[in-house]
């Protein structure tokens, strides 16, 4: 046991930061599998709720339009403060404005605008150039599909980089740790030697996490 401990305190800097990239990797690489699979799912019960929730809105030339009577109040976002109104009638901002005269809060789709309210302030906002579509949740959950590959991989990247990012937190903070606890055992450990010691010890934790990870699938 002296050997081996010896044996890290010698460790060169390149052993120490393959050691803490390959656990940073380990645990980036479970992060992908089981986020990215989680992350599709979401979405596509996110979207098979869209029509649940909201009316089909169709955008022709930039312009919203639904089948339901105007104004159309969105009534699982409606309440006593809250209000999510869809109007795109060609009649005065002035009349618009009064969708939301009796909320506190609320946000108005119009004909070639999105009036904001929060409080007694009331912002506009242009519609950007929106591409003609029907909006509803087997256009959206086809999206989904045909787009998330494609998303998925600059996600994969944010993720291992966030893994590594962890992980090599992680090593810092008990490296710490076994740096404070040798000053109360009268070991002789800088902080180069502790965090030496604490990606070695990183490497069976993220070994055990990885085996019971694959024995899942």
């Known amino acids: 046991m002296k050997g081996l401990f010896e044996a890290i305190r010698r460790m060169t800097a390149l052993s120490t930061l393959i050691i803490v990239l390959g656990c940073g990797a380990l645990s980036s690489w479970g992060l992908v599998t089981r986020g990215l699979p989680a992350l599709a799912a979401s979405a596509g019960r996110l979207a098979a709720m869209y029509d649940e929730v909201f009316p089909e809105i169709t ?26 109104v869809i109007d ?17 809060h609320g946000v108005l789709l119009a004909r070639e605008t999105i009036v904001v309210k929060i409080g007694a302030q009331t912002r506009i906002i242009s519609l950007p150039n929106i591409p003609d579509m029907v909006l509803n949740s087997r256009n959206i959950e086809q999206c989904v599909r045909e787009r998330f590959p494609q998303v998925a991989k600059y996600l994969a990247v ?3 980089l966030y893994g590594l990012a962890v992980k090599f937190l992680q090593i810092l903070i008990l490296g710490l740790a076994f740096y404070l606890a ?3 055992i009268s070991v002789s450990l800088t902080y180069r030697e502790s ?8 490497i069976p934790l993220v070994l055990i996490n990885f085996f019971l990870y694959i024995n899942r699938l």
Request: charged share 20%.
């Open 182 to 184: 040798s000053r109360l």
């Open 158 to 160: 944010l993720i291992v």
């Open 59 to 84: 955008f022709r030339d930039g312009k919203p339009s639904i089948r339901e009577s105007l104004p159309y109040f969105v009534q699982a976002w409606g309440g006593k403060n809250l209000a999510l």
């Open 88 to 104: 795109n009638r060609e009649i005065s901002l002035s009349s618009l404005l009064k969708n939301l005269s009796s909320f506190k």
């Open 195 to 202: 965090f030496k010691v604490a990606s070695v010890t990183m």
